[in-house]
């Protein structure tokens, strides 16, 4: 599993490492029930702290995204895929919302809006 730390990035490590865990099982490069590497594992790894992964992992699960069986592991929860979609696209939303309250602000006109979106979309 390949998570990269940003140690500028203004968001808490264990959220970085949970987004991006997140992130692998929404593209499917993890599957339902896939077994993840352990919290000592993952810290030794990534040169972090127990704790921080432990956080991290704890955040996935109460969110629902993994599950852990007492001595066996964390795993991917099977989860249905649609579900996932749909909380994100509520992120998104949550996100374009922000965002056109912040543009009415300034004036910007909704095609201004549009190519600022089109930059920003293809330069991630």
């Known amino acids: 599993m390949r998570i990269i730390i940003s140690n500028s990035s203004p968001e808490p490590i264990y959220e970085q490492i949970a987004r991006q865990i ?24 990534l040169k972090i702290s127990v704790i921080t992964t432990k956080r991290a992992y704890q955040e996935l699960e109460n969110e629902g995204y993994i599950v852990t069986v007492p001595g066996k592991g964390c795993f991917v929860a099977a989860q249905n ?39 920003l979309y293809e330069e991630v």
């Not at 029930?33 to 352990?38: I, M, Q, T, V, Y």
């Open 22 to 45: 997140k992130d692998m099982i929404m593209r499917g490069e993890l599957s339902p029930n896939e077994l993840l590497p352990s919290i000592r594992n993952l810290a030794k790894e």
């Open 81 to 119: 895929k649609e579900i996932l979609r749909e909380r994100y696209l509520r992120i998104v939303e949550e996100k374009f919302t922000e965002a056109i309250e912040a543009a009415r602000v300034i004036n910007l006109t909704l095609d201004e809006l549009k190519e600022i979106l089109k930059l």
